[in-house]
């Protein structure tokens, strides 16, 4: 009876954490709201798009790549150096829904 009423804490404790894990949790449409107006410009950012830079990286490529990380591209985008993209200043949550996006571009 221990053991079920353990269980039972355990099943209730999970339900009424997930709205908050949801909450918490990047936004990927957001990320997608963002990528359009800041990205687009230079960087194809979804499948659909049909003008972008050709010597830009595609965001799927970027989410593809078996070097993706999302701790380090958090990092890049943070970082205002880069090297010929320009210094966006974005907010923590700006590039964790971007992180999250671009992430889910991989097919
Ligand atoms: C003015 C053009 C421009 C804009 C706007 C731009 N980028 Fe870039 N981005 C570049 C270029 C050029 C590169 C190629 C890497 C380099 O040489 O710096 C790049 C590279 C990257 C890379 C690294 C790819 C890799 O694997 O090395 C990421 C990630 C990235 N951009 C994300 C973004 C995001 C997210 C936005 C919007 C918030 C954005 N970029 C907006 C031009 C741009």
């Known amino acids: ?32 709201n963002i990528a359009h107006r800041w990205c ?5 950012v979804a499948p659909g798009q049909t003008s972008g830079s050709d010597s ?3 965001f799927a490529q970027i989410g ?12 890049f985008l943070a970082d205002p150096q880069h090297s010929r993209m320009p210094n966006l200043s974005l907010t923590r949550s700006e590039i964790a829904d971007l992180t999250a996006y671009i992430k889910a571009q991989h097919h």
């Open 1 to 32: 009876m221990i053991r079920m009423d353990s269980l039972q804490g355990a099943v209730i404790a999970a339900i009424v954490l997930l709205p908050f894990d949801e909450g918490a949790a990047a936004d990927i449409a957001q990320g997608g």
């Open 40 to 44: 687009s410009q230079c960087h194809v």
């Open 56 to 58: 830009v990286p595609t």
């Open 64 to 75: 593809e790549s078996k070097h993706f990380n999302a701790a380090r591209l958090a990092e």
